[in-house]
């Protein structure tokens, strides 16, 4: 019987049982390919180009171009810049292009100038479409621009959060039509906007690889920028490991967002109860309830792997449970302020319509659902953020009315109520509940007071 014939990722598989189109390299798609069964087919040996590529990292002669300056594309461009290599940041955003300033890479919309760089990494959006599937129109995309600009030897590691079997089924099959060799990675990223004690040169990263040379040189490039790295065996082990993280958030949050609306009902103040329990030392981490998460990760994260389980017959109904739990957050929140207060016609003040603290990020932000569900109670809700002197543009919330106010004695006097939303360490709390009428806190940040509801 002849030998398996070698072959590269841009040349087609060889007729053979083991491997599949959507797994072309030699492993199982997923969900099997989690299990680490690698077919028979001989793994490719490029050996030159990838000593080349992991002594130019060594030597941070290597180009590094990363795809997207968003969250996380903007600090990890940066962090590479500053451990000495040369960047390349790219963004199809011509505003967001023009407002980096005082960067020490350069920016660029050309994607012609790919072909520069030795390693390119994606950090591009993961959204859900207006039907609440995974979008995955953005790695799409960037996949086929890198295609038509990508040299020989060049490693392309994915970033953005993705269920299992995205580097493999729809990243690969677009690269190959490069028609040129290629290392291909997945390594989720793991950034906490607005987290001090955890900068992005201080996290550990999780890498895997189409690939053993692929691993390898993922490896090589992050350990060039953070402490450690942790090499897993399959791409579809690092995606899922991404979205465990994520969704292990999300259900926790869920269940004390739900003891929330049963100790209320019981007349115990749930923060006290979490506080107590805290103080085990084994077997406990404590989540504190809130108005619902936000962000690009928790609100979204559950769904990809929700989605991609259902299509391999598995159930996902406790993702599913805890994601709608945390959606109910903003009504019950609304009615808590109902109780005490007439909505038709009253003045609410929103204060905070970031997602998280401290930070300038609208996105997925409960506020604007609370904001909804009041117009719909016929309120009139306004808002003020720090961060957001103008109302930012929300694809979900077009054309909602929601309005800036000043933070002033004056103004707070002016509102029915002021609901918290978001806890900025600039809002000096006890000041505001002695101006306010009434205060529905989502955060646990004003003192006790009479005019104090906790929801």
């Known amino acids: 019987m002849p030998p398996a014939k070698s072959w590269t990722p841009s040349s087609e598989p060889p007729d053979s049982g083991e491997g599949t189109r959507d797994a072309p390299h030699g492993y199982r798609p997923w969900p099997n390919s989690g299990r680490d069964e690698p077919a028979t087919i ?21 180009v590094v171009a990363v795809i997207g300056l968003g969250y996380v594309g903007l600090p990890l461009a940066t962090l590479f810049a500053a451990k000495g290599f040369r960047v390349l940041g790219f963004d199809t955003n011509p505003a967001r292009l023009k407002s980096l300033k005082r960067i020490r890479f350069q920016a660029t919309g050309r994607f012609s100038r790919l072909v520069e760089a030795d390693a390119i990494v994606i950090c591009v959006p993961t959204p859900l479409t207006a039907g609440g599937l995974p979008d995955l129109t953005a790695v799409r995309r960037t996949g086929d621009a890198i295609a038509r600009n990508l040299r020989s030897g060049t490693l392309v590691v994915l970033e953005s959060t993705t269920y299992p079997g995205t580097t493999r089924e ?20 793991r950034q906490d906007p607005g987290n001090r004690e955890h900068p992005p040169e201080s996290i550990p990263r999780i890498v895997a690889g189409i690939d053993d040379d692929s691993r390898r040189a993922a490896a090589a490039l992050y350990r060039a920028v953070v402490p450690k790295v942790v090499e897993v065996a399959s791409l579809e082990i690092a995606e899922a490991a991404k979205l465990l993280e994520n969704i292990y958030r999300c259900v926790n949050i869920a269940l004390v967002n ?18 107590a329990a805290a103080t085990k030392p084994f077997g406990f981490q404590a989540f504190r309830p809130g108005p619902g998460p936000g962000g690009h990760c928790i609100p979204i994260d559950p769904v990809y792997l929700a989605w991609k389980a259902e299509r391999a017959g598995a159930s996902a109904k406790f993702i599913r449970l805890a994601g709608e739990v945390n959606a109910r957050m903003p009504a019950y929140i609304v009615g808590r302020l109902a109780e005490s207060l007439k909505l038709k016609g009253a003045r609410i003040l929103l204060l905070g319509i970031a997602y998280k603290k401290d930070v300038g990020d609208p ?12 117009l719909r109670r016929g309120a009139r809700p306004a808002y003020h953020d720090p961060f957001f002197p103008k109302p930012p543009a929300m694809r979900h919330y077009r054309g909602m009315k929601l309005r800036p106010a000043p933070l002033t004695e004056k103004s707070l006097a002016s509102f029915d109520a002021v609901i918290v939303v978001t806890d900025h360490s600039t809002y000096d709390f006890g000041w505001i509940s002695r101006h306010a009428k009434l205060i529905v806190d989502t955060r646990h940040a004003v003192p006790d007071g009479d005019n104090v509801v906790r929801a």
């Open 42 to 62: 001989p793994r490719v040996k490029r050996p030159s180009l990838l000593d080349s590529l992991l002594e130019r990292i060594r030597t941070k002669k290597a």
């Open 170 to 189: 729809e990243l690969l099959p677009r690269l190959r039509k490069s028609g040129v060799d290629f290392l291909l990675a997945y390594a989720p990223e």
């Open 258 to 275: 739900e003891l929330k609306t049963a100790f209320d009902r019981m007349g115990i103040d749930v923060w006290k109860v979490v506080d």
């Open 363 to 374: 996105r997925e932000s409960p506020a604007f659902a609370i904001a909804k569900e009041l």
